[in-house]
C-alpha cells in the first residue's frame, strides 16, 4: 500500500491498453499472416491460450509474495546469481523486440508519410520525444496516456464504423485458412507476442493498491485482446486471403481505403495524428519499462538515468538489418519463436521453486 | 586538476551577498527622556520633510511629543481626540500613572504600548502617530491611520454579465473587509506577516479553519518566510517566489482581482495570499481547469455554463493549434485538405512569396504587437487604432501580396480563441507556447505538432501546485469532481468538495436538494 502514489487501476487499464493493442496497427498483422493467410485473425487468442497458465501462475506468485515486484520476486525465490541470469535474459529479450519493432513503427512514418527523410533522422526525432516522455517518470506517462487514450480509442471507433460498409464476412472462409496443423502451431510458437503482460508485472509496486494492479491488468488485457481481434478481423475481411499476406500496413491501408463522404477523401492523416501520439506513448512505456528490469536486476535506483543509453541502443538495433522485410520476418520473427518457450517456461520454473521451498506461507 | 582550480575561484568572485537576514537587527529600548528622544527620531528620520515632530503639554504640565507622517495619519482625528483632550488643563490632577491618564483621555479604539525605536518606526510608517511622554519609557501608538485610496470599481481584467462587480483595492484592509462581509464566520482566519527589508509589506494569509488541510497553511507561511527581499510591490513578485516550477510557462497560482473568487476558493478549502498595495490575491492550491473556468459558470444556470465551458475548450484547443495544423496542412499533408477547398488556397497563395511558416511569424508578431501596444494607448486612441490596424494591416498586407487571405482569417481566428480563456496568466502562457509549435509544424509537419502536444502535456503532468497533481482531476483521475470540470454540474448536486490535500472536510451542502414544484414545506 503506498499512499503516496496517485496511480490507479485506471492509468493501469490505459498503459496496458496502448502498450498491447498498438500491436493491431503495426506489422504484426503481416507477420502472422505469412504462414496463416487469412485465418490470422483469431491466432492472437491461441497465443494467449498458450501463454495464460504462465502468466497466471506469476500473478498468483506475485499476490502471494505482496508488495514485490517482479525481478525482486525472482530474487527472492531463486537466490541472487540465478535471478540476475534470468532478469538479463528478460532485459535482453525485450531490447532486442524493442529494437526491432522500433524499425517497424519509424519505417511506417517514413514511407508512408516522410519518404524524402533519411530513416536516422526520423528515428532520432522519434526517440527525442520517447525519450523526453520516459524521463519524467513513471507517473507521468501514467497521466499522459490516460489524457490520450480516449482520442486514440474515439478515432479507431471512427475508423472501424467507416470501413464498416466494406467488409464482405465471406473473406473469413476457409476458417483455418492455410491449414489447422499450421495455424496452431503458429499460433502456439508466438506467444511471446505478449511479452509486455510480463514485464509490465516490473510495475506491481508502484500503484496506489496492489489491488489496482491486478484490476487494471485484467481489463486492459480483456479489452486489448477484444481490440487486436476486432482490427485483425477488419483486415481479414477487407483483403482477401491472398493480398493480405503481401501487405505491409493494414492499418495505413485501411486509412487511405475510408473516406468521409464525397468531400473529404484523403483523412489517412488524420488517423496517423493518433496513431502517433499511441506509438510515441507506446514505446515510452516499453522503454521505461526495459529499462526498469535492468535497474531492477543490478539494483540501480535512480532508473531515468539509464533510459538514455538502453534507449539509444535500442535505436541502433533497429537500424541493422537492411530493410524492413528481414526485420519483421526473419529477427522479430526467430526471436519471438524462441521466447515463446523462456515465457511459458520461468513462471513454472519459479512456482515449482517456490513450492518445494514451502515459502508459501507468508514470513 | 587546474581548470577545477580556475572553477571554484571563479564561483567565489561570483557569490551572492550573504542573506539580508543574517545581519542582526537591534531592538534598542526608548530614552526616558523625552529631549533624548526628539533627538534621536530627528536624526533617524532627518531629510524627511513630510515627517512632524510636534512637542506639546499633558494637562499643562508634563512634557509629551506627538511623531507622524503627513499623508499617513489622520491629522482631523489627531487634533479632535489626541491633542485636545490630553492639552486640556486639569488641576485635580495629582501624579498618577501617565499610562493611565493617557490612555483615558485619548479617544482612540487602538491604543497599543511600544518599547523600542524599531517598533515606533514600524508604527508610524504605517501611519500611526506616536505619542511619548516625558520620564516614561513607553511610546503609545495610536490607530489613526487615514490616506488616500482608490474606490472600489469594477475589475478591469475579469469582467463578468451576472454576479458581483467589486474588485479589490490597493489597501490591504479594504481588501480584507471585502472578503469578511462575504464569510461572515469567525473561522476565517487571517493570519498576518511582514516582507521586504524596506518596503515591510504586510502580507496575508486567509483560509476557513476546518476546511483547509493545516499542512497547506503551514507550507504557505514556510515558504512566504523564506522569502528575503528588498521590497515587494506587488503580489507577482511574491508568486514567483513560492511557486513549484520556477521554470514553466504555466502559471501555478490563481490571481484575481475579484472577492467573490477568492470566497469561493476558501469555501472549497484553497488559501489565499493577500498583499499590501496589490489588488491582485493570490490562490493556491490550483489545478489547470481553474483557469479555464470563469465566476459567471457558478452564476447562471448550469445548461448554459456547461455549453459555455465546452467553447471554452474548443477554442483553447483552436488557439493552440490552429496556425500549427495550417502551417503543416499546407506543407506537408497537402492531400488531407479537400480539393475544392485548396485550390483555392493554392490560388489565394499564388502571389504570396513566402512559404507557409514565414507568412505565419509574420502575421502573429504583428498581432502580437497590435496587442501589446493596444494595453498602452490612451483610451480615445486606442478603439481607432485597434480598427485601423484590423482593415488596414490586414487588408493592404493581403494586397500587397505579403500574406494570403486564409492566414488572416487563421491569425484572427486564434487571436479571437485566445481571449475566450478567462484568466489573463493561462491564456498568456498558451499564446506563447503557439509559436514553437508552429515552427515545429513547418520543420516535420503533424509529426511535429504531435511531438510539440505531447512534450507540453508530458511538461504539464509533472507540474504540481503545492502538492496537487496540475491535470487533476483528469489524471489523476477523481470521478467525483468531474462534474465541475468537463462541465457545471447543477448546485444542488455539487455536494463535495475537490479532495486537495491530506484530509478534507468532504461534504459542503446536504445532498437532495433538488428543487422542484412539489417540494413545498419541508
New interface residues.
Given amino acids: 500500500m503506498n499512499p503516496n502514489r496517485?496511480?490507479?487501476a485506471?492509468?493501469m487499464f490505459t498503459l496496458l491498453f496502448i502498450l498491447l493493442s498498438l500491436k493491431a496497427t503495426d506489422a504484426t498483422a503481416s507477420l502472422f499472416t505469412q504462414k496463416t493467410q487469412n485465418a490470422f485473425w483469431y491466432m492472437p487468442i491461441i497465443s494467449l491460450l498458450v501463454i495464460l497458465p504462465s502468466l497466471l501462475l506469476l500473478l498468483h506468485l506475485l499476490k502471494k509474495y505482496q508488495d514485490k515486484n517482479l525481478i525482486e520476486l525472482i530474487e527472492t525465490i531463486m537466490g541472487s546469481l540465478v535471478s540476475k541470469i534470468i532478469g538479463l535474459i528478460i532485459f535482453l529479450s525485450s531490447f532486442l523486440l524493442m529494437g526491432f519493432s522500433y524499425r517497424g513503427y519509424v519505417e511506417q512514418?517514413n514511407f508512408l508519410?516522410?519518404p524524402e527523410t533519411p530513416y536516422v533522422i526520423?528515428s532520432l526525432?522519434f526517440f527525442?520525444?520517447v525519450y523526453?516522455?520516459a524521463k519524467?517518470?513513471w507517473?507521468?506517462i501514467?497521466?499522459?496516456t490516460?489524457?490520450?487514450l480516449p482520442f486514440f480509442v474515439l478515432s479507431s471507433v471512427i475508423l472501424i464504423i467507416l470501413i464498416l460498409n466494406d467488409l464482405v464476412i465471406e473473406r473469413v472462409f476457409p476458417i483455418f485458412g492455410s491449414g489447422d496443423i499450421i495455424v496452431l502451431r503458429e499460433g502456439a510458437l508466438k506467444g511471446s507476442i505478449f511479452i509486455e503482460l510480463f514485464l509490465i508485472t516490473i510495475a506491481y509496486t508502484s500503484f496506489k493498491k496492489t489491488d489496482f494492479f491486478r484490476k487494471g491488468f485484467v481489463l486492459g488485457l480483456i479489452f486489448s485482446i477484444i481490440s487486436i481481434i476486432c482490427f485483425f478481423f477488419i483486415y481479414a475481411t477487407t483483403f482477401d486471403y491472398n493480398s493480405i499476406a503481401k501487405m505491409s500496413y493494414p492499418f495505413h491501408d485501411i486509412t487511405q481505403y475510408v473516406n468521409l463522404g464525397g468531400?473529404?477523401?484523403?483523412?489517412?492523416?488524420?488517423f496517423?495524428?493518433f496513431w502517433?501520439?499511441g506509438s510515441?506513448?507506446r514505446y515510452a512505456i516499453y522503454l521505461y519499462l526495459v529499462t526498469w528490469i535492468i535497474s531492477a536486476t543490478f539494483h540501480i535506483e535512480h532508473i531515468e538515468s539509464l533510459l538514455l543509453p538502453v534507449g539509444f541502443l535500442g535505436l541502433i538495433i533497429g537500424v541493422i538489418s537492411k530493410n524492413l522485410i528481414i526485420n519483421e520476418f526473419t529477427f522479430y520473427n526467430s526471436i519471438l519463436n524462441y521466447l515463446t518457450f523462456f515465457y511459458i517456461g520461468f513462471p513454472i520454473l519459479l512456482w515449482l521453486i517456490s513450492s518445494l521451498k514451502g515459502e508459501y506461507r507468508k514470513k | 586538476m587546474s581548470w577545477k582550480i580556475l572553477k571554484s575561484k571563479k564561483k567565489k568572485k561570483n557569490a551572492a551577498p550573504k542573506p539580508l537576514s543574517n545581519q542582526k537587527q537591534e531592538q534598542s529600548s526608548l530614552f526616558t527622556s523625552v529631549k533624548e528622544n526628539e533627538k534621536e527620531f530627528r536624526s533617524i528620520y532627518s531629510d524627511c520633510s513630510d515627517f512632524i515632530l510636534r512637542p506639546f503639554l499633558i494637562g499643562g504640565k508634563y512634557d509629551a511629543i506627538l511623531l507622524y507622517i503627513e499623508g499617513l495619519s489622520n491629522t482631523d482625528e489627531i487634533d479632535d481626540s489626541v491633542l485636545s483632550p490630553l492639552m486640556e488643563k486639569n488641576e485635580n490632577q495629582n501624579d498618577i500613572q501617565i499610562g493611565s491618564l493617557v490612555k483615558s483621555q485619548v479617544a482612540v479604539s487602538d491604543v497599543k504600548e511600544l518599547q523600542t525605536f524599531e517598533d515606533c518606526i514600524q508604527a508610524i510608517s504605517s501611519g500611526n502617530p506616536i505619542v511619548l511622554v516625558d520620564k516614561y519609557k513607553t511610546g503609545f501608538s495610536l490607530g489613526l491611520t487615514k490616506w488616500e485610496k482608490r474606490s472600489i470599481e469594477p475589475p478591469e481584467a475579469e469582467k463578468v454579465i451576472r454576479g458581483p462587480r467589486e474588485g479589490f483595492v490597493e489597501t490591504l484592509a479594504v481588501n480584507t473587509s471585502m472578503i469578511r462581509r462575504q464569510i461572515r464566520s469567525p473561522k476565517l482566519k487571517m493570519q498576518s506577516m511582514e516582507i521586504g527589508k524596506y518596503t515591510k509589506t504586510k502580507v496575508i494569509i486567509t483560509y476557513i479553519d476546518g476546511i483547509v488541510d493545516h499542512t497547506l497553511v503551514e507550507e504557505v507561511k514556510n515558504r512566504l518566510k523564506r522569502i528575503d527581499i528588498d521590497g515587494i510591490l506587488d503580489s507577482g513578485v511574491i508568486e514567483e517566489f513560492i511557486e513549484d516550477h520556477p521554470y514553466s510557462p504555466f502559471p501555478q497560482m490563481l490571481d484575481t482581482e475579484r472577492p467573490d473568487t477568492v470566497s469561493g476558493n476558501l469555501l472549497e478549502g484553497r488559501a489565499a495570499i493577500l498583499v499590501d498595495g496589490s489588488p491582485f490575491a493570490l490562490i493556491v492550491p490550483t489545478t489547470f481547469y481553474s483557469f479555464l473556468q470563469s465566476n459567471e459558470d457558478y452564476y447562471s444556470r448550469f445548461l448554459i455554463a456547461t455549453a459555455i465551458r465546452w467553447l471554452r475548450f474548443i477554442f483553447i484547443i483552436i488557439s493552440l493549434l490552429l496556425p500549427s495544423l495550417y502551417v503543416a496542412l499546407l506543407t506537408f499533408h497537402q492531400e488531407m485538405i479537400p480539393t475544392a477547398l485548396l485550390i483555392s488556397m493554392a490560388a489565394s497563395r499564388e502571389q504570396v512569396p513566402f512559404p507557409a511558416i514565414v507568412e505565419v511569424f509574420i502575421m502573429e508578431i504583428t498581432f502580437e504587437a497590435l496587442r501589446e501596444a493596444g494595453l498602452r494607448l490612451p483610451k480615445q486612441v486606442g478603439s481607432a487604432v485597434s480598427i485601423v490596424g484590423a482593415l488596414v494591416i490586414g487588408e493592404a498586407a493581403v494586397s500587397a501580396g505579403i500574406v494570403s487571405a486564409p492566414m488572416v482569417i487563421v491569425v484572427a481566428i486564434t487571436g479571437i480563441a485566445s481571449f475566450t480563456v478567462p484568466r489573463y496568466s493561462a491564456a498568456i502562457a498558451i499564446r506563447m507556447i503557439r509559436f514553437p509549435l508552429v515552427l515545429l509544424a513547418g520543420t516535420l509537419g503533424l509529426l511535429g505538432v504531435m511531438l510539440g502536444l505531447i512534450m507540453i502535456i508530458v511538461h504539464m503532468s509533472t507540474l504540481r501546485s503545492f502538492g496537487v497533481p496540475y491535470l487533476s482531476p483528469m489524471a489523476p483521475m477523481k470521478l467525483s469532481e468531474m462534474k465541475d470540470t468537463m462541465m457545471r454540474a447543477p448546485w444542488w448536486k455539487l455536494n463535495t468538495r475537490p479532495h486537495l490535500t491530506g484530509d478534507y472536510n468532504k461534504y459542503r451542502q446536504s445532498p437532495e436538494q433538488k428543487p422542484g414544484p412539489n417540494k413545498g414545506k419541508q
Fill in positions: 496517485m496511480l490507479k485506471g492509468e512514418i508519410y516522410f526520423l526525432i527525442t520525444i523526453f516522455a519524467k517518470g507517473e507521468v501514467g497521466f499522459t490516460k489524457i490520450f468531400y473529404l477523401t484523403n483523412i489517412e492523416t488524420f496517423m495524428i502517433l501520439l510515441f506513448l
